[in-house]
Structure formats: C-alpha cells, structure tokens
C-alpha cells in the first residue's frame, strides 16, 4: 500500500499529531502497537491518505521523516493550511486507533474492553421525537 519512506513520513506526523506524554503515561500515535492499527486501517480511504503523504513530499522536497524538526514543523503548517479532505480523513485514522489503544483507555479512566457484552449504560432518549417520522408514508415498494 505505502511506500518506506511513505510510512516513515506517516509516523513521524502521527507522532507530531500526537505526542508521547510522560504526564499522563500514554505513547505517541507513531508507537509501534499504534501505528500499526493506522497501517491496518486506512481501508477506504487510502487513497485520500496516499494523496497527503504526496502533498507532504512535494513540500518538504523529499521524505518528510529525513527533514529536522524545525523543517517538520513548519511544513506540518503548511499541510495543515492546504490538507483539505485527505488530511481531515488521515487525522480520523489517526484519532480512532490512537484512542482504542488500551493504554489511551485507561489513561482516561476506561476500561479497556469493547463495549459488548458487558454494555454501558445509555441514558434513555424521548422516544416521541420518532413519531414524525414513524408518520411518514412508505418510501420503498414492496417486492414480490
């Protein structure tokens, strides 16, 4: 899917994206476990990542992850200025398997489990607010 030095771009903006927190005992997103789960889904929406790690080339004249920090850094600014719909999709990645991480999890105080079979609990809506749309008429045929 990626090129090395595409995925060597990839974690270090993942990890400029999310650092590392002694404070809070969490990892970066460019963490081994975590990057990954960034790697294993980019599914769909690969395409619209490879076009920001191309984007991200061209601006930094090469492999963004051989640039120094100050260099990073500002080309990060730019990418984040001109990233449009391939970076909102890339930074969507990157929050979800940064945040199913189990270390993540409890370093907000959640058990790190799935949310079945166990649950959680889901305070209860007012069910009346489906009533217009219960009144509708059908929108599909019947197939016979």
């Not at 990157?94 to 166990?118: A, N, T, W």
Request: glycine residues 10%; charged residues 30%.
């Amino acid at each position: 899917m990626l090129t090395a030095d595409q995925c060597r771009s990839l974690r270090c903006l993942a990890e400029m994206m999310i650092p590392a927190s002694a404070e809070y005992g969490v990892p970066s997103a460019g963490d081994d476990a975590i990057f990954r789960d960034i790697l294993q889904s980019l599914g769909r929406d690969v395409e619209h990542v490879v076009a920001v790690l191309r984007a991200l080339y061209a601006m930094s004249g090469g492999a963004f992850a051989d640039l120094n920090l100050e260099r990073r850094g500002a080309i990060a600014d730019q990418l984040r200025e001109t990233g449009g719909e391939g970076l909102r999709c890339l930074t969507r990645i990157i929050l979800q398997c940064y945040c199913r991480d189990d270390r993540v999890m409890r370093s907000l105080g959640m058990e790190p489990r799935p949310p079945f079979p166990k649950g959680f609990e889901v305070e209860q809506g007012d069910w009346s607010l489906l009533d217009p749309v219960r009144a509708r008429p059908k929108l599909n045929r019947e197939v016979g």
